[in-house]
């Protein structure tokens, strides 16, 4: 295994710049795309050429730095500097609203910013070193999730994920994935069933692309397909990423998540969501405050630039649903999986770290 492993990196840190894998593209180019300026990264989060709650994290981390390099250049007091870089941070968490990982890794480089009371270069400095070890940072907690996920695979078991929560939607190993990765590395007889996840087909064209390369056997399933595979005894558990947690365990992912979420209670299956902490939000106390991103009305009416529906028609498309912490069996973390209820081992989790 490890092929995809061994060679990804989905976005990395150099010298002065952010390289990340170009996943528009995906399957049918492999490319990298070097983000220079801090405009440049908050359009490549918006328009999803980075993904993925913990990637696009990364990426704002990056985009702080690459911000703070422009500013350099401004002949800025150090003071004028900061308040300049916090104002340019606050507008870099505006690209993706929903990803709380993103505000998180903003969040950790204003902290730096707030508390410098060195000068420009060394805060420079600072930014680019803590960019770095968040990165590096994320691909340990990921397989530690992995780990712990992998206890609670059945052996030969068949695993349903929707959406990509795998290496390209973090730095490398992925979340519900790593928890894949994980499992398959003990036991070679377990496969996954992966959701095609429309509008944007992030199952399709990502989450069986990256499981293929590391030769983890996977079969593509449309979004309405989940029921009936599992009535006929087919899958036998569920595993998916998230893109924030209220404090009370709901969940919010990719559109559709909850609509799997619904069909694996009512077939007695195990539903499990894969996060590192801090995709846990604890200043919000359930699902119902969280912001759902509303996307381009293009990604519902056309696939592959092609209209698929009359000209003119009504659509809605919001980006992600919150799936409630009672249809969840467990929160798989980097501090272990935590189970009902969610308060309490919650906040225990963070009580511990
Ligand atoms: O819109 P996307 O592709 O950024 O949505 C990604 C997801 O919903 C993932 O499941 C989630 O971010 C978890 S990634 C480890």
Known sequence: MAEFQSKIRTIEWIDTYSRMADQTKYPDKFEFIDIKTGQEMFDA??????RGAPAIGIAGAHGVVLYAQELKDKNLSFEEFKKELLNKSDYLVTSRPTAVNLYWAVEKQKEIIKNST???????EELRINGKKLELEDIEINKKI???????????ATILTHCNAGALATVGYGTALGVVRSAFAKDPTIQVFADETRPRQQGARITTLELKMDGIPVTLITDGMCSYFMKKGMINMVVVGADRIAANGDAANKIGTYTVAIAAKYHNIPFYVAAPLSTIDTNIQSGEEIVIEERPHEEVTMINGKNICPEGVNVINPAFDVTPHELITG??????????DYKNSIKSAFSAN
């Open 118 to 124: 060195s000068d420009i270069e060394s805060l420079i």
């Open 45 to 50: 989060i918006k328009n999803m050429v980075v």
């Open 331 to 340: 929160i798989i973390t980097e501090k272990g999986i935590l189970k009902p």
């Open 146 to 156: 992995g780990d712990y996920g992998a206890m609670v695979v059945p052996k030969g």
